[in-house]
């Protein structure tokens, strides 16, 4: 295989361009920065001999010519995932190595879609903030044109209607012909999200070149589509935040309990570890962590490496679309037979149960069931895996369609094949590139499971990443029996850190201190304050604080309300502890006034502040900090909601019978609508027991689609639906939860 692929890499003259590649994956190796390549590079098994990429394609069996064929005509594309905050290093490191008339990264130009639409149209058209956010929070995520037909609908409560406008005011009848204008028309230029171009040639003879926003960033005015026509290469130089917490988490291991790991020599057989998955007990495990791969893990029952292949592949839209998700996980739990829609088929789609996940089996279908050649195959994975690809699938479907007619493929066969095929037109996945996510899904399995301290130090520290507010990553740690501390002026760090109370390394796991980033409202000026000062020795007091960190007024109070003041008021009880902190920091950052009016020492003759009660508390910390260890806001209003039948996610995971009816309640964490799930909108309940996943239909959403869209603590009552152990409530009926609980400060991910 190795001698195939050099001689094809000889003859079309990219020893360089692989040479390249090898030398940025060295750069960052010595620089200590973790790196995988993946996308169709894991095809090669000369990128992996290089270290370019972590999959053995000998072992799979992964299919060379995705990669790299004589038939292409562009470049091959080999994409590179870095540790995204140490990411910049090595941009900056290619262009100091070939310089910026040679190196520059490509542009993007982001058009219009539904929501952007109605907000830049109403702006234009004089609504205010409030009714243009109305009008968005009720469009099309997708398309401007589909949000342009909803807002002339008019029979029912129509979006203008539910968003308190006047269906008959001119501005509003303006409104859609203006957003129906501005469909897929470009709204601004971007930067490529890791597009990097390199020239033997000096850059400005071929393309226009721009300084980017970013400092140190210069970027071509052409989009990655315009390079393969004059020939110009592009190497993707990606951030991804999961390599970022694997870094940490490895480090802090190596620390805390003097175990070096080494991810390359894992065992990926570990059935601990594939206990957690089949549980979907997968919060801030890389891709398996959203509602969808957590609801389809219970039912694939990975017990291996290619499940967890498999698993990366199938929540995709392709899949989704082509009707591929339910025949497989049926199959794969001996519920359907094996069939092959031909015979042709069986070796390509053996190994996927007859299904076809991968582009890979797109092109081999299309080549024995169609016979199609290596060049149109390929014409067909590039529609399957263009972003415009609707238009260009349907160019070629008859020819498809006419060629398995020829290979004697009954016509109702053939369209089910196509329209499997098909599906790949929203973003199928290579093989190969599913193969080396499923690395990082392993990997980060395991550190979760034998090292929650360290993972959960290391999350909080990659943030933003992932799904999930670090709200609900501490909640998840705790309930694994993770020990969470405050944020504490006296101990905490910057960043989170983990302690061990006797200051050795210890067998017990460490405990997590949550760093000073996690205050809101702070940032660098603060953060080089405060670094600044601990380098000098720790706080002794809150004068001591004021003093020598320098912070300004508004970040002291945050602090203090926070709570990161408390361990330097050991005289005060606990719940006293905030207002009597917040009082000492604004005395001491008053100061004196002059010689008239001199500080007033406060004492203990100074009349106590009244202490807070737990529900003010947690309301402070998710105001603050949007993490609680005082007690999660559901907690404090299960004694209400209990006697009136509304019940707690562990309940309904446990106890809950499919087909009853039920009521709960929770934060919403997550709230989706797919574009593949035909406008069925899924929200995700956190109470202090858990997570519980709500399904609401097109109809009931319509109906309360600001209630729903906008209230942080939902009461639903609905149909309670068991399928092996997903649990899910189909609901029926929405009501808002009163409750100064802090939840409208809570993070959540929202139509993302």
Sequence with gaps: QLAHELALIEKLALAGYFLIVWDIMRFARRKGILCQGRGSAANSAACYCLGITAVDPIRLGLLFERFLSEERTEAPDIDIDFAHREREDVLQYVYEKYGRDHAAMVCEQITYRGRSAVRDAARVLGFSVEQADALATLSDRFSAKSTADALRETGGPSIVERAGLDPNDRRVRALADVVEGLHQIPRHRSIHVGGFVLTHEPLHEIVPIEPASMPGRTVIQWEKDDLDPVGLVKIDLLGLGILTLMQDCMLYIRQTRGVTIDLALLDMTDQSVYDDLCAADTIGVFQVESRAQMNTLPRLKPRCFYDLVVEIALIRPGPIQGEMVHPYLRRKNGEEAVEYLHPSLEPILKRTLGVPLFQEQGMQVAIAAAGFTPGEADMLRKAMGHKRSRERMAAICQKMLDGMAANGIAPADAQRIFNQINGFADYGFPESHAASFALLVYASAYLKHYYAPEFTAAILNAQPMGFYAPGTLVEDARRHGVEVRPVDLTRS?????????????????????????????????????LEAALREGPFMSVDDVVQRAGLDRRALRHLAEAGAFDGLLAHEPDLRKRRAALWAVLDAARGDAGPLAPRRRLGVDVAPVPAMTPVELTEADYRMTGISLAGHPMSHVRSVLEPNGVRSARDLLQNGRDGETVATAGLVICRQRPGTAKGFVFLTLEDETGLINVVVTPQRFERQALLISRTPLLLVRGVLQVEQTVVNVRAKQFRALEAAVGAEFAKRHDFH
């Design 493 to 529: 760090a910057w960043h989170a850190t983990l302690e061990t109370d006797s200051g050795v390394r210890l067998q017990n796991a460490p405990a997590v201190r949550l760093g000073v980033r996690s205050v809101r409202g702070l940032g660098a000026t603060a953060r080089d304050k």
